[in-house]
């Protein structure tokens, strides 16, 4: 008790001190959970700032700030558009699939063919008793073709066979037209208008000494399609030329009508008109169309100098139609072309999702003044064609291109019905028409599919 007295007593005296001392540590430890608090709360809201910041910073990065909203109306759009692309597709398809593209029925194929064909696609199988029926029947149609465009069937007898017909003995066509044109004046008795010089290397692809795969099937009936369109866009201009004689025509040779493979040797890059120099044009006139030309679907037609595209070769000797003995991968080979305008390898898994490309060439002997008309039938074809290049006397072509002078599309009597011989005659030119004409596939929901992760278009 002694010591509490004398430890208090001195703790009194010394009171200033002490009370200093427990003053600073109260302030002390006041200051410490004050200034706790305070940081805590300043991280705290640190955070919650920087947090904001980059949120605003991911939304100036983003091109596009969608919510439930915007998202909704978006997907509304896509179904929509999908709807028009449908429709459109569909209202393609069905123009080619009534006007051309159809399988025929007839006494030896009958309604069973179509009806077993009805829905499938390219390369879809074809069983083996169709097949035997569609041999049967494709090896008689070629007459149809030549009655298209009135041609001569004696053709190839009167022009010297293959050989002559593509070079005609290593001259022009119309060097050959010329040698022939006073007998074709002479013979007045002629029931045909148009010459068709190489109609026998159709007329053997329609024969198979085999039995036919699904796909050599496929690739035939196509390619008589689209040389139905072609003999049409022909036959069409005959008819406004008024034709009725084979010294009247528009169009007096069929030099070569290729399809497919041998229409895809070359790339077709870019859409060009390539006309003979103003000195070496034949006749002597001219033949000026400006520097720019559209026609219906096809565009404009710009200038420029085109390489060799060779005729390529037939799909060979082997006998029958050619397709004989060939895989189907040797059939589909260089047939179709890419978006880039590449020939497929025929192999490939697919020719096209909405349709195939598939290359043309014609190399006629025509007036020359009739070019515009027989370009404007190529557009307005059942399978629309799309000329991508046009030559006129390729011998005698060159870079320059159109000449300067006027037109002389009116002389001699006028391009149509009235037109005289010797007008005609002198402007027969040698004229190579290059295109791409499109087969619809039949309109596919899986194609067209949409979802909200992903937009087809």
């Known amino acids: ?30 200051w410490g959970l004050a200034t706790s608090d305070l940081e805590a709360r300043f991280s705290k809201r640190k955070s919650t700032i920087g947090s904001k910041f980059n949120a605003v910073r991911a939304i100036t990065n983003e091109s596009f700030h969608p919510n439930d909203d915007v998202n909704a109306g978006d997907q509304l759009q896509v179904e929509a558009q999908k709807d028009y692309v449908s429709k459109l597709w569909s209202d393609l398809y069905e123009k080619q699939r009534t006007e051309v593209l159809f399988w025929p029925t007839g006494k030896v194929l009958g309604d069973e063919f ?4 009805e829905g499938k696609r390219f390369r879809d199988n074809i069983v083996r008793d169709m097949r035997e029926k569609y041999r049967n029947y494709i090896k008689e149609q070629f007459k149809t073709l030549i009655e298209i465009v009135k041609a001569n069937k004696n053709s190839k007898k009167r022009s010297g066979g293959r050989g002559e017909m593509a070079r005609f003995g290593g001259g022009s ?28 290397v159709l007329r053997n692809r329609l024969v198979f000494s085999k039995m036919p795969t699904p796909v050599q099937i496929w690739v035939t009936q196509e390619d008589l399609w689209v040389y139905e369109t072609l003999l049409n866009v022909i036959a069409n201009t005959n008819a406004m ?10 169009i007096r040779t069929i030099v070569e009508l290729q399809v497919g493979r041998n229409a895809s040797q070359g ?4 859409e060009t008109i390539y006309l003979p120099s103003e000195g070496g044009q034949q006749g002597g006139g001219s033949f000026s169309m400006g520097g720019r030309m559209e026609m219906g679907r096809m565009g404009s037609m710009d200038m420029g100098r085109m390489g060799s595209l060779g005729s390529g070769e037939s799909y060979g000797g082997r006998g029958g139609s050619g397709q004989d003995g060939l895989s189907d991968i040797e059939v589909l080979a260089n047939r179709y072309l890419d978006p880039d305008g590449l020939p497929y390898p025929g192999d490939s898994e697919d020719f096209g999702t909405e349709y195939r490309k598939l290359p043309i060439r014609m190399l006629l002997t025509m007036d020359q003044r009739m070019l515009p008309e027989i370009l404007v039938e ?3 074809a059942a399978l629309p064609i799309e000329v991508t290049r046009v030559i006129v ?5 060159n870079a320059a291109g159109f000449t300067g002078r006027s037109s002389n599309r009116r002389q001699g009597g006028g391009r149509r019905g009235g037109a005289g ?4 005659r002198s402007n027969l030119s040698e004229v190579e028409i290059q295109g791409i004409v499109l087969i619809y596939e039949p309109p596919s929901d899986s194609v067209l599919r949409t979802s909200e992760e992903e937009s087809v278009f």
């Open 421 to 424: 011989k010797e007008s005609i």
């Open 378 to 380: 190529c557009a307005n």
């Open 267 to 270: 790339k077709l890059q870019q």
């Open 173 to 200: 066509p119309l060097e050959a037209m010329g040698g022939r044109a006073s007998q074709i004046d002479t013979q007045k008795d002629e029931d045909y208008l148009v010459d068709w010089l190489d109609q026998d």
């Open 1 to 30: 008790m002694d010591q509490v007295r004398t430890i208090a007593k001195i703790v009194w005296q010394q009171r200033f001190w002490v009370l200093s001392i427990l003053g600073t540590i109260v302030v002390l430890v006041c």
């Open 393 to 397: 006397n390729r011998e005698k072509s």
């Open 241 to 250: 030329r008024g034709a009725t004689r084979p010294d009247n025509t528009a």
């Open 114 to 117: 179509a009806q077993h064909m």
